[in-house]
C-alpha cells in the first residue's frame, strides 16, 4: 500500500515537474535572439523582391504559428506534443518525427554497445580489484582506469583513430557505413558493427575507468562487513561470497551509475558524432539550437525530462530489488 | 611521434574552429595570389586515356552532411545537396559556363528568339532540341520546361513546407498566378509542343543578367502530377486536371514515395540510387539517358559517393581510400596536411581562389560608421597582409574591394587596380589626420583632443564618444586574431573598440536589425553570386535595406548611381559593363563599407585514381566531375 501511494506521489511529482519544466523552457527558448522564420527561410531574402519575401514571410510565419502570442504559441504546442504532434522542423522542413528517429536510432545503438561493454568489463575489473586489493595488479588497474576517467573523449579518439585506423588500418575512420556498401542485412548490420568499433572503445574508456572505481570502492566496503566475515566463517567458497554476498550489497551505487546510463542512451555525444561522423542527438540538439530550430529542441529537452525523471522512479523501484532493507514510503 | 601531435592540434583546431560558426583558417600568401590568381593549377597529369563508356566509382568526402532533400534549394539549401541538384535535375535552357558567363545551352536549346514589345515587355521564345529523354525513357517536350514554371510558380506549391514560389516574379501575371487569383499564367505560353515563350515584366527591364529570364528546366509531370496535363490559352498557360495541394503533397512531400525525397526520374548526369539516412550518405549512378552539359560533354564515373567527413580526420580519410576527393580545402593546417600526401606521392592537388572574401561589415547606419572617415580610419589601424598571414599560413590574398579573384572583371583589370585603388596600408598617423579632418577633435570635457584616449565630437550641440561597437560570433578565430591586432592600434588613433560576443544567429538579428541595433561592425564572410548585382546592395530604397540586399544599410547616392548604371547594360557589352564596374569598384573602395580582409585559396586533394579533374571557383566540383574519370 505505501508503495503503490508513493508511485502515485512521484507521478503526479513527474506531472507538474513537466508542465513547470516544460513552461520554463518554451519562454526561455522563444526569447532567444534570432528569427527562426528568417533562418528556415534563408537566403530567399536575396532572391526575392522585398514585397515578395515579406508575403512568404507572412506565410511562413502563419505556418509555424510564430504570429501569435507566446502564451497562445505555449498551448498550441503543448496541446501537440501530448497528443503526439512534435511541430514542424524550420531546419529539416519536415515534421519533427520524421527528423528525429533516425538519430535516435542511432545514438540508442551506440550508446547502448558501450553500456554493454563498460558493464562486461567494469563490474568483474572492479570486483577483482577489491579482492586484490593494493596488489600489483589492482594498483596497474587503479592507474589506468584513472587515466581513461581523466582523458577528454576527443583526444583518446583522435588517438584511437590514428592508431587504429591510420597506423594500423583494422578500422573505418568515420561513419556508419561504408562508402557504396550493398549487401545483404547482415553484411549491413556487420558492416556497421565494425563503424562503431572505435566510437564504443572510446566511450568505454572512460566509462570503465569510471564504473570501475565505483565498484571497487563499493565492493571494499562490503568486504568489510561482519556479514561477509560470518560467511567465508561459516567456510562458504571464496567465490561464494564475494559474488552472492558481498556484490549484491555493492550494487546500490552501481544501480544509480546503471540508471544514468540507461537514461544517458538517449543522450548523444556532440564530441563522440563530430568526431566519428556518426549522426546522432547530439549534434542534432546543437544544430537545432543554432539554427533556433525550436520544436526539435524542444522535442529532444522535454523527452529529456521525462527520461530523467522517470530515472529517479526506476532507480528508487530498483533499489528495493537489489536492496530488501530500501522501502519506497511517504 | 610528430604526426600524432600534429594530429591531436589538428583536432584541437578544428573543433574549436568548428564551434565559430562556420568561418573558416585562412591567412595571406602573396605569391600565390599573384602568381595563381583565377586559373587553378594542378600537379596531376593524365596518365590514362578518358574511357568510352562509364566506368568505377568515386568517393567525395564533404563537410556539410548531406540532407534527405533532393528537389531544391528552396526546400533545401545545403550546401552538399545543392550540388547533388546540379548532378540529378540537369538540362536547363541557360547555363552557367566554365569561363564564368551564362548561355543558352546549346545542347537543349534548339533556337531561341527575344522580343522587345510594345508596352516594354520582352518575350523569349525558346525551342528545345528533339531528342531529349527523362532517365525513365519518356521523351522530354516543353510541357516539361511549362510544366516547371506553373508548378514552382502556383498557389498550389506555396502550401508546401512554405516553398517560397518565388522563381517566376519578373514574369508578367506572376502576382495573380501565385497569389491563386487566376488559373492561366499570363507571362508563360506553350508555343507549341517543343516551344515556350516566358514574357517579362516592363519594370523588371533593362537588366544585365537577362538572359537569365529566358531560364526554364524540365521537371517531370508524368511523376508529379500524372493525371494532369499543361494547355495553352490566350490568357497564358496552364495546368488542367486534379493539380491541387493535397496532389503535391503526395507525389512531391510523401517522405515514402515524394519526389522531394525519391526522386525517381531525372534528367541530369546522374540519378539517386539511394539515401542512406543513417549514415547521411547519398550514391548516385550515371543516367545512361543523359543528353550532355552544354559542351556535349557526358559522365565517364559509373557511381558517386557523396559521404560526410570531419575537417579532424578527412585528410587521414583520403590516405587511407575511404575517400577519394576532398574539395574547396581551405586553412593552413588542412592544406599543409594535404601537401604533405601530395609531396609522399600519395594524392595530386588542384588549387584555385575563392569567389569571396572574409570581411569586416560596417552598419553604416549607425554612429560613429555612418562616417567614411571613420570607416577608412578603421582600415588604417589593421595590417590586413599580415593578418592575413598570421590567420591562415600562407593560403590567401587580400582584396582591396569587393571582387573575387576569379573573376573576370579582376583579371582584365589587374593592373588598374593597382594603379587606382587606395589599399589602406596600416597607417595610424593617416587615421589620425582623417579622424582630424572629420571633426573627432575634443576630449571628454570639450576641450581639444590631447592626443591620447577616445576622440569626441560634437554632434548637434553633444559631444559624441569615438566608439566602435563591434558583434562577433563565439569561437571565431578570425574574431581572436582581430581582437588582439586591431584595439591597440584604434585606441592609439583615439577610437575606442568595444566587443560583443554572442552566437551567430544573435549576430544575424544585430546585423537584420530584428535584434539590438547598437553594432557598428561585425565580421563575417561573403561569397559572389553567379548573377552579382550590386545595385540591388546598395540601393539607397529602404526596402532592398530591410530585404537585406544591402547588408551594410548605407545610404550613399553616389555609390548607389554608380551601381544602378550597371544594372542596364546588356549582357553582351562587356566593354561598358567593365568601364562601369571599375567606376563601382573604385567609389566602393573609396567609401569602404566593408573592409575585405583574407580571400581563400582552396585546394582540391585526391586519389591519383581520379584523373581530368580541373576546378575552379566558377567550376565547381558537381561540374568537373563530367570531364573526369577514374583508373582502378
Redesign the interface.
Known amino acids: 500500500m505505501g508503495k503503490g501511494r508513493y508511485l502515485l506521489k512521484r507521478l503526479l511529482y513527474i506531472i507538474f515537474v513537466f508542465f513547470i519544466i516544460s513552461i520554463l523552457m518554451f519562454f526561455i527558448y522563444k526569447l532567444m535572439p534570432g528569427d527562426p522564420v528568417e533562418i528556415m527561410l534563408g537566403d530567399s531574402k536575396l532572391n526575392m523582391k522585398p514585397d515578395a519575401y515579406q508575403a512568404l514571410y507572412d506565410r511562413t510565419a502563419e505556418m509555424l504559428g510564430v504570429n501569435r502570442s507566446l502564451v497562445e504559441q505555449y498551448f498550441i504546442w503543448i496541446g501537440n506534443m501530448l497528443t503526439g504532434n512534435f511541430g514542424y522542423s524550420t531546419q529539416y522542413k519536415q515534421q519533427v518525427a520524421q527528423v528525429i528517429g533516425t538519430p535516435m536510432r542511432n545514438t540508442v545503438m551506440l550508446n547502448m554497445l558501450a553500456m554493454v561493454v563498460v558493464f562486461v568489463i567494469s563490474i568483474p575489473l572492479g570486483i577483482a580489484t577489491a579482492v586484490r586489493k593494493n596488489t600489483a595488479f589492482d594498483k596497474t588497474v587503479q592507474v589506468v582506469t584513472i587515466i581513461g576517467y581523466s582523458l577528454p573523449s576527443f583526444i583518446i579518439a583522435l588517438l584511437m583513430i590514428f592508431v587504429f585506423a591510420v597506423k594500423i588500418p583494422i578500422f573505418p575512420i568515420s561513419g556508419v557505413r561504408s562508402p557504396g556498401f550493398s549487401g545483404t542485412g547482415i553484411e549491413m548490420a556487420l558492416d556497421t558493427l565494425w563503424h562503431m568499433a572505435l566510437p564504443v572503445i572510446v566511450m568505454s574508456i572512460s566509462g570503465i575507468g569510471g564504473i570501475t572505481r565505483y565498484v571497487r570502492a563499493a565492493m571494499i566496503d562490503v568486504l568489510r562487513m561482519d556479514y561477509i566475515k560470518t560467511a567465508r566463517a561459516k567456510g562458504l567458497r571464496e567465490k561464494v561470497v564475494v559474488y552472492v554476498h558481498a556484490f549484491r550489497n555493492a550494487l546500490i551505487p552501481v544501480v544509480t551509475i546503471a540508471t544514468g546510463w540507461v537514461v544517458g542512451l538517449f543522450g548523444g555525444s556532440i564530441v563522440i558524432e563530430s568526431v566519428f561522423l556518426w549522426p546522432g542527438l547530439g549534434k542534432m540538439l546543437i544544430d537545432g539550437l543554432l539554427q533556433r530550430d525550436f520544436a526539435v529542441v524542444l522535442t529532444m529537452q522535454m523527452f529529456y525530462v521525462v527520461l530523467s525523471l522517470a530515472g529517479n522512479v526506476i532507480m528508487d523501484i530498483a533499489y528495493t530489488i537489489v536492496d530488501p532493507r530500501v522501502r519506497l514510503e511517504n | 611521434m610528430k ?2 601531435l600534429c ?2 592540434l589538428a ?1 584541437v583546431l578544428a ?1 574549436s574552429a ?1 564551434a565559430c ?1 562556420g568561418q573558416q583558417t585562412v591567412t595571406n600568401d602573396q605569391t600565390a595570389s599573384s602568381s595563381s590568381s583565377a586559373a587553378s593549377s594542378s600537379a596531376a597529369e593524365e596518365t590514362s586515356v578518358r574511357p568510352e563508356q562509364p566506368t568505377g ?1 568515386l ?1 567525395i568526402g564533404t563537410t556539410t ?1 548531406i ?1 534527405n ?1 533532393f528537389y531544391d ?5 545545403n550546401a552538399s545537396n545543392y550540388k547533388i541538384y546540379d548532378l540529378l535535375h540537369g538540362l536547363a535552357t541557360v547555363t552557367y559556363t566554365k569561363e564564368g558567363e551564362f548561355e543558352y545551352d546549346p545542347t537543349v536549346v534548339k533556337s531561341h528568339t527575344e522580343t522587345e514589345n510594345e508596352d516594354g515587355t520582352k518575350t523569349f521564345t525558346v525551342t528545345i532540341n528533339d531528342g531529349l529523354v527523362w532517365s525513365d525513357g519518356t521523351p522530354i517536350t516543353a510541357k516539361d520546361f511549362v510544366f516547371q514554371l506553373l508548378l514552382e510558380n502556383s498557389d498550389e506549391i ?1 502550401t508546401i ?2 516553398y ?1 514560389a ?1 522563381g517566376g ?1 519578373s514574369i508578367v501575371g506572376y502576382d495573380e498566378y501565385v497569389a491563386g487569383e487566376a488559373d492561366a499564367f499570363a507571362g508563360v505560353h506553350l508555343v507549341d509542343e517543343m516551344t515556350y515563350s516566358i514574357t517579362i515584366k516592363a519594370e523588371e527591364l533593362p537588366y544585365h543578367y537577362d538572359i537569365t529570364y529566358a531560364s526554364a528546366m524540365p521537371r517531370p509531370m508524368h511523376i508529379i502530377a500524372p493525371e494532369c496535363d499543361v494547355v495553352d490559352s490566350e490568357e497564358g498557360a496552364m495546368i488542367t486536371g486534379e493539380f491541387t495541394s493535397d496532389l503535391l503533397l503526395k507525389t512531391i512531400n510523401d ?1 515514402a514515395t515524394g519526389y522531394r525525397y525519391h526522386p525517381s526520374v531525372t534528367c541530369g548526369p546522374y540519378t539517386l540510387e539511394s539515401y ?6 547519398a ?1 548516385l549512378v550515371v543516367n545512361p539517358s543523359f543528353a550532355g552539359d552544354y559542351r556535349g560533354v557526358k559522365p565517364a564515373i559509373e ?1 558517386l ?1 557523396i ?4 575537417n ?2 578527412m585528410m ?2 583520403l ?2 581510400g ?2 577519394d576527393l576532398l574539395f574547396q580545402s581551405s586553412g593552413a593546417d588542412t592544406i599543409n596536411a594535404g601537401l604533405d600526401l601530395v609531396e609522399a606521392g600519395k594524392v595530386e592537388k588542384t588549387s584555385y581562389f575563392r569567389n569571396g572574401y572574409g570581411k569586416i561589415q560596417f552598419d553604416c547606419s549607425q554612429f560613429p560608421t555612418d562616417s567614411v572617415a571613420v570607416r577608412q580610419a578603421v582600415a588604417y589601424c589593421l595590417d590586413r597582409g599580415e593578418f592575413a598571414r598570421q590567420y591562415s599560413g600562407g593560403y590567401a590574398a587580400i582584396v582591396h574591394a569587393a571582387y573575387g579573384l576569379a573573376q573576370w572583371e579582376y583579371q582584365e583589370s589587374k593592373d588598374w587596380i593597382d594603379q587606382n585603388l587606395e589599399t589602406y596600408e596600416k597607417n595610424i598617423d593617416k587615421a589620425k589626420e582623417i579622424l582630424e579632418a572629420d571633426g573627432w577633435t575634443k576630449n571628454a570635457d570639450g576641450s581639444d583632443y590631447s592626443g591620447t584616449g577616445t576622440r569626441y565630437k560634437e554632434v548637434d550641440g553633444e559631444l559624441r564618444p569615438l566608439v566602435i561597437e563591434w558583434a562577433n560570433s563565439e569561437g571565431n578565430p578570425v574574431s581572436e586574431l582581430l581582437s588582439t591586432m586591431l584595439p591597440e592600434a584604434m585606441a592609439e588613433a583615439g577610437m575606442e573598440l568595444k566587443a560583443t560576443t ?5 549576430m ?3 546585423m ?1 536589425h ?3 541595433k547598437i553594432y557598428n561592425m561585425y565580421n563575417l564572410a561573403t561569397g559572389f ?1 553567379t548573377a552579382n548585382s550590386p545595385w540591388y546592395y546598395y540601393s539607397t530604397d529602404p ?2 535595406m ?4 544591402n547588408s551594410n544599410w548605407i545610404v550613399d547616392q553616389e555609390l548607389a548611381d554608380v551601381t544602378w548604371a550597371m544594372k542596364d547594360t546588356p549582357y553582351e557589352d562587356t566593354e561598358t559593363w567593365l568601364n562601369e564596374w571599375q567606376a563601382y569598384i573604385k567609389t566602393w573602395n573609396e567609401k569602404l563599407p566593408d573592409i575585405p580582409l583574407y580571400s581563400d585559396e582552396y585546394y582540391d586533394f585526391y586519389s591519383p585514381k581520379l584523373q581530368g579533374w580541373d576546378t575552379s571557383s566558377v567550376w565547381e566540383w558537381s561540374r568537373a566531375v563530367l570531364d573526369a574519370w577514374v583508373t582502378e
Open positions: 604526426k600524432a594530429l591531436l583536432g573543433i568548428a560558426g566509382q568517393v552532411a540532407e532533400d534549394p528552396s526546400f533545401n539549401n506555396t513546407d512554405g517560397p518565388n516574379v517522405t542512406d539516412t543513417a549514415s547521411q550518405q550514391t557511381k559517393v559521404k560526410t567527413v570531419s579532424d580526420t587521414n580519410e590516405e587511407a575511404s575517400v554572442m552566437d551567430f544567429p544573435t544575424l538579428a544585430s537584420q530584428t535584434g539590438d553570386a526596402t532592398w530591410t530585404a537585406g540586399y
